[in-house]
């Protein structure tokens, strides 16, 4: 089974990505082609051309991730793709791609959650074993999950409003900053006094595990427009305040969840994945959580973080590795919880 070589496809966002990984833990390739400057002049991405980005250059990726691995599909043990959750335009074109390639070829077709995708990451990118705690933290996702099997997740807390990737776009678009938000808040931060404004710790009164970014950045967005109705504008000091004001506030919210999230599943591992997980301050707070808690952290590295064709390959070898695999009616689903 550690010679099994897997396709795998992703089209659920704004990557069309395909990468081809081995069952040993090699990735032998890994193609990831963004979208983002198609969606840049709209703010955000556009379901309709995202779908369309992705069933014009699907293929192509998997031309270029076969070329790179040096393999041709007769080289393939099975082809696995994102069948949801995510904009269905996209996740169709994936699986309309994977199904025609399994059916040319005859070889398995295994459909994958992109949530498992990203959970089941750290056991591609470091030798981790079942159980361990995962808390994921995009601009579309934002949940803790009980990792104890390739199928087997329980959800134990989550955002109740926005994604804090997504806090971060926002804070960027209302502070005059580059998109994608998240390295533009980070950079102007660094410089910045977090303690100048007192923004909110939304939930942090609440028990359990669940997470809410909307109040905070409307907290931003309120402060912002004090200082621009006092002053005529914002200056450069005010906007690296804010940055660093926010991250702080997002950075201990996502570490105090994370310190109960441990302390109620007894995880002995916490493991990182996502966009935002490449935010240097919060991947710090989490480290030293899970130090505290006597647990290890593992973060992969970012490209594999963010979305890719090699964590859906890797998905559908632990998937397939337990007998799962999918026929011709394999569907596409905008939603599709854990
Ligand atoms: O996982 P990802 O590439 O895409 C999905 O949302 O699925 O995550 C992208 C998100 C964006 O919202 C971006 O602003 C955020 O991750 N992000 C960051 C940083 N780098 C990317 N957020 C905070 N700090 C960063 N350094
Ligand atoms: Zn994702």
New binding site residues.
Partial sequence: PSKLVFLGIESS?DDSAAAIVRGDRTILSSIVDGQTALHAEFGGVVPEIAARAHAERLDLCVERALAEAGADLHDLDGIAVTAGPGLIGGVMAGVMLAKGLAAGTGLPLVGVNHLAGHALTPRLTDDLAFPYLMLLV????CQFLHVTGPDDFTRIGGTIDDAP??A??KVAKLLGLAQ????A??AEARDGDALRFALPRPLLDREGCDLSFSGLKTAVLRARDGLVAAQGGLRARDRGDLCAAFQNAVSEVLAEKARRALQHTGAPVLAVA???A??GTIRTALQDVATAAGARFTAPPLAL???NGAMIAWAGIERFREGNRDGMDLVARPRWPL
Avoid: I
């Fill in positions: 966002c995009s601009g579309g996702h990737g997504e971060f776009d994608p938000g998240g390295p808040v980070e996502g966009g935002v490449a935010n973080c963010t979305d």
